[in-house]
């Protein structure tokens, strides 16, 4: 079996889900367009392929994702994990009303102009993301519920939306909760004080930012929380790093430039392309049940794969560490 669809078990539920899933940002029209066909063909590879575990949320493309992702899943006759989130509920406005919101969210393209995505962590809101996400993936169950970007409404998300969901899998409804934030800080917060069976951490544990090991992982593995680990790329300077590149979204600092050049030279001793290396790296830590990313093409996804499969050896790792570039693992 490839190293891309070995399965691992998320520790708390009974649910074993491939080593690479499929994120769907980019299929929702993440700064490119892409059609239904492409959507419906890169899905479906992906399930070819052997991954089974799809992530999505109704941020992306505003909905466009959630309604290709169950189109694609329901022409197909092999099992799948699906999770995806609640926090924000697609509300109708004018253009108007849509062109005097500052939202700080990433620009989506081939979206509906009078659907926006609004911030609803209340009890409500969750119920009513929830029913319009089955409805739009045209299922009548999701494996798990992500609670998506409560950072900076982490408290509210404790108090009002993580109950809900704590009732939807007693009842089972839904099999896990979870939640997914960009910060270690929040995150580690919600590991504590909430009964999580997975997270989602982005950009916090790649080839030029461990942080996520330092507390996070460690409250994980403590509470035998899975990991999901979205990011590797770190929004692309990690994929192709020149002074044009973005680093979490925004132009990358010389600093962090220089650090990802060196990285790639060292790895070019070893013959091994950046970006395999960076898809590959969350892995090496055993908090890390799978990585997810993201891909807009039936061409992109088997590049990652081919990048997820290929062999890297053990002295490229260590050659990292002890160059300093990358901290050694800490359990």
């Given at each position: 079996m490839a190293r891309h669809s070995e399965l691992v078990k998320i520790p708390r539920i009974d649910r074993y889900v491939t080593k690479l899933a499929l994120g769907s940002a980019p299929l929702g029209g993440l700064f490119t367009e892409v059609t239904d066909a492409d959507a419906e063909a890169t899905i479906l590879a992906a399930i070819d392929s052997g991954i089974n575990f799809f992530d999505t949320a109704p941020l992306y493309g505003h909905g466009n994702a959630e309604r290709r992702m169950g189109a694609a899943l329901n022409k197909s006759n092999k099992p799948f994990v699906i999770s995806t989130k609640v926090g924000r509920v697609l509300q109708k406005f004018t253009p108007e009303e849509i062109a005097g919101k500052v939202a700080g969210l990433a620009a989506f393209v081939g979206v509906d102009p009078t659907i926006f995505p609004v911030f609803d962590f209340s009890r409500q809101g969750i119920l009513k993301s929830l029913e319009e996400s089955l409805r739009r993936l045209d299922l009548d169950r999701v494996d798990i519920a992500l609670i998506h970007d409560a950072d900076d409404q982490l408290d509210k998300a404790i108090a009002e939306s993580y109950p809900v969901l704590d009732e939807l899998r007693s009842q089972g409804v839904i099999r896990g909760v979870g939640v997914g934030l960009n910060y270690c800080s929040y995150a580690t917060k919600a590991v504590k004080e909430m009964d999580l069976d997975?997270?989602?951490?982005?950009?916090?544990?790649?080839?030029?930012?461990?942080?996520?090991?330092?507390?996070?992982?460690?409250?994980?593995?403590?509470?035998?929380?899975?990991?999901?680990?979205?990011?590797?790329?770190?929004?692309?300077?990690l994929a192709s790093p020149t002074p044009e590149s973005t680093y979490d979204y925004v132009k990358v600092k010389p600093e962090i430039l220089k650090r990802a050049l060196d990285i790639k030279h060292l790895l070019a001793d070893f013959h091994i392309p950046l970006t395999a290396a960076a898809i590959q790296f969350p892995h090496r830590h055993p908090a890390v049940t799978c990585v997810l990313t993201g891909s807009r093409s039936v061409q992109e996804l088997s590049s990652n794969i081919a990048d997820f499969d290929m062999d890297i050896p053990d002295a490229t790792w260590s050659a990292l560490e002890e160059s300093g570039l990358v901290n050694r693992i800490e359990i």
């Amino acid at each position: 079996m490839a190293r891309h669809s070995e399965l691992v078990k998320i520790p708390r539920i009974d649910r074993y889900v491939t080593k690479l899933a499929l994120g769907s940002a980019p299929l929702g029209g993440l700064f490119t367009e892409v059609t239904d066909a492409d959507a419906e063909a890169t899905i479906l590879a992906a399930i070819d392929s052997g991954i089974n575990f799809f992530d999505t949320a109704p941020l992306y493309g505003h909905g466009n994702a959630e309604r290709r992702m169950g189109a694609a899943l329901n022409k197909s006759n092999k099992p799948f994990v699906i999770s995806t989130k609640v926090g924000r509920v697609l509300q109708k406005f004018t253009p108007e009303e849509i062109a005097g919101k500052v939202a700080g969210l990433a620009a989506f393209v081939g979206v509906d102009p009078t659907i926006f995505p609004v911030f609803d962590f209340s009890r409500q809101g969750i119920l009513k993301s929830l029913e319009e996400s089955l409805r739009r993936l045209d299922l009548d169950r999701v494996d798990i519920a992500l609670i998506h970007d409560a950072d900076d409404q982490l408290d509210k998300a404790i108090a009002e939306s993580y109950p809900v969901l704590d009732e939807l899998r007693s009842q089972g409804v839904i099999r896990g909760v979870g939640v997914g934030l960009n910060y270690c800080s929040y995150a580690t917060k919600a590991v504590k004080e909430m009964d999580l069976d997975i997270i989602l951490i982005a950009g916090r544990y790649s080839l030029l930012d461990q942080s996520a090991q330092d507390e996070l992982f460690k409250e994980c593995l403590k509470k035998e929380t899975g990991v999901m680990v979205g990011g590797v790329y770190n929004s692309g300077v990690l994929a192709s790093p020149t002074p044009e590149s973005t680093y979490d979204y925004v132009k990358v600092k010389p600093e962090i430039l220089k650090r990802a050049l060196d990285i790639k030279h060292l790895l070019a001793d070893f013959h091994i392309p950046l970006t395999a290396a960076a898809i590959q790296f969350p892995h090496r830590h055993p908090a890390v049940t799978c990585v997810l990313t993201g891909s807009r093409s039936v061409q992109e996804l088997s590049s990652n794969i081919a990048d997820f499969d290929m062999d890297i050896p053990d002295a490229t790792w260590s050659a990292l560490e002890e160059s300093g570039l990358v901290n050694r693992i800490e359990i």
